[in-house]
């Protein structure tokens, strides 16, 4: 399997650009020990099977995902830090192929196959239901991150900022640009414990109308078509509550793009965004 791996130069860019994120998460002070997580669709780099799976076990998943049966990802692994994915993706990361109907999954990796501290990110089950809806609903985003953006955690630490209405004049009031590439704005999952399924299945509603989902006292999760594109959709939502944190710290309301700013931002970008 080695050898496919390397013979395999999109899925060996994939994985590059999946360390070089990891590492911007890292600097940007997101990524405290093993916080946050990225999954990335893969199936459409693999032909065949990878290799002979039946001598290793099935992992169990909490629940079935039958619309990725036999499907390949890369994701993070549990425990694993970001730093590190930095510096050797294929030591803090796997490729797992869903098994079973969508009960189950395998792990090809060149690193310690089945070893039990060697098994994907925790907050598996969020990954794989969003992965289910993107194949449900025919649409070609192939990336999902999971970060600990500090300034949208700290935003919604605000006793003010509690509905995603308030969250989302914030975003798009304080940068021009979070109109032009957010255009659907954010969604809010009130905090729920992280790793659950009923955590999944909140973020996976949120997902029918935004691409960005804010975790109320924890992250944020991000779709996107590639794994820069679905960086940049946080940074730029990250960068909005940043600018209204320094306002706040100067000592002044900001006062945000005005409705007519925002309307003639609308007009002027939807059209290239579609
Ligand atoms: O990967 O971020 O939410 C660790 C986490 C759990
Ligand atoms: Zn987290």
Redesign the pocket.
């Known amino acids: 399997m080695k050898k496919r791996l390397k013979q395999n130069k999109k899925l060996e860019e994939i994985i590059l650009q999946v360390a070089e994120v990891a590492q911007y998460l890292w600097q940007k002070g997101w990524a405290e020990r093993?916080?946050?997580?990225i999954s990335v669709n893969i199936d459409h780099l693999i032909e065949g099977d990878l290799d002979d799976i039946s001598q290793y076990p099935d992992f169990e998943l909490p629940e079935p995902y039958p619309e990725l049966n036999n499907k390949y990802f890369f994701v993070t692994g549990t425990g694993k830090r970001m730093r590190d994915l930095a510096r050797s993706p294929l030591k803090n990361a796997l490729i797992i192929k869903v098994t079973n109907g969508g009960c189950s999954y395998h792990i090809f990796s060149r690193h310690k196959r089945n070893v039990p501290d060697f098994r994907p990110?925790?907050?598996l089950p969020t990954h794989l239901s969003i992965h289910q809806k993107i194949a449900l609903r025919g649409s070609s985003e192939k990336v999902v991150i999971?970060t600990?953006a500090n300034e949208l955690v700290a935003l919604t630490h605000s006793p003010d900022v509690k509905s995603k209405e308030i969250v989302n004049n914030i975003i798009w009031g304080m940068h021009p640009e979070a109109m032009v590439f957010i255009p659907k704005g954010v969604g809010f999952v009130p905090y729920i414990i992280?790793?659950s399924v009923d955590i999944a299945k909140e973020t996976l509603k949120e997902f029918n109308d935004h691409d960005v989902i804010l975790w109320e006292k924890h992250?944020v999760f991000a779709i996107g078509e590639s794994v820069f594109d679905t960086f940049d959709s946080i940074d730029i939502v990250s960068k909005s509550a940043k600018i209204w944190f320094m306002c706040k710290q100067a000592g002044f309301e900001p006062e945000g793009l005005t409705d007519k700013q925002l309307d003639e931002l609308k007009e002027t970008y939807t059209s290239l965004n579609k």
């Open positions: 093993n916080a946050g997580n990110t925790s907050e999971h600990h992280p790793g992250g």
